[in-house]
């Protein structure tokens, strides 16, 4: 490594000092002043003088990819119909009104459950392998609390649940689907009637999906999305 300017000074003063040294003794000898058994004076060491190196930077410090925020309990994924077989739906005669509901399951294969809720039109259909096995007219929540849209797994079952929101008030058959009180549940389905947020259905159909469905089926809440169904093979 080559000497920095700072080395080279000490290095030639040490250099000078030894020099005037070797000097000064040879002289006294060639006079017969140095004694032959005395030693000779120590030579000076030179300063020791270490280059001032920069310290090696530090090691880069690990990263960790942020933690994503939890999903709120009250928002669901994204629903897309379109991504469901729809195989068969049940001849329904004339209007549905408020207050009915039809269930027809004869025949139809055992399969997955999913449940789809329109909420412009109004109405849930139970799905099996494909083929709707129940339609009922529905109530939905209101302009101040209103139901949210998406896909959301139902998370609990509870037969003679009462609210611990609105005063202990009556949920029969209750599906709940999430955590901050939103959930399908028997109702008394009258025109102009809305909920906090729930999907009310008629007590008896209730009764019904209550039976048909397990935890963890999906309940896919659109407004205004129809799911077509699929081509005759």
Not at 102 to 131: C, N, Q
Not at 199 to 210: E, S
Not at 212 to 226: E, H, M, S
Request: aromatic residues 6%; contains cysteine.
């Amino acid at each position: 490594m080559a000497d920095t300017p700072i080395d080279r000074k000490w290095l030639m003063a040490g250099a000078a000092l030894a020099g005037t040294a070797m000097l000064t003794i040879v002289a006294l000898a060639m006079r017969g002043m140095v004694p032959a058994t005395s030693a000779p004076a120590p030579k000076p060491a030179p300063p020791v003088v270490k280059s001032a190196l920069p310290a090696p930077p530090p090691p880069p410090a690990a990263t960790v990819p942020a933690a994503k925020p939890a999903a709120a309990a009250s928002v669901g994924a994204p629903a897309d119909p379109t991504t469901f077989v729809l195989r068969r739906v049940l001849p329904v005669a004339g209007p549905f009104r408020h207050g009915d509901w039809l269930w027809d399951d004869k025949g139809v294969p055992a399969g997955p459950i999913v449940i789809t809720v329109d909420l412009e039109a109004e109405t849930l259909s139970i799905f099996r392998d494909g083929y709707e096995i129940g339609t009922a007219v529905i109530l939905y929540g209101a302009d101040y609390k209103p139901t949210p849209l998406g896909t959301y797994p139902i998370t609990q079952k509870d037969a003679d649940h009462r609210s611990n929101l609105y005063g202990g008030a009556p949920m029969p058959f209750m599906l709940r689907l999430t955590n901050d009180g939103i959930s399908i549940h028997g109702s008394d389905v009258a025109l102009g009637a809305a909920t906090h947020g729930c999907i009310g259905v008629p007590t008896p159909f209730a009764r019904k999906l209550f039976a048909a469905v397990k935890l963890g089926d999906p309940v896919i809440v659109t407004r205004g999305r129809r799911i077509e169904a699929a081509p005759s093979a």
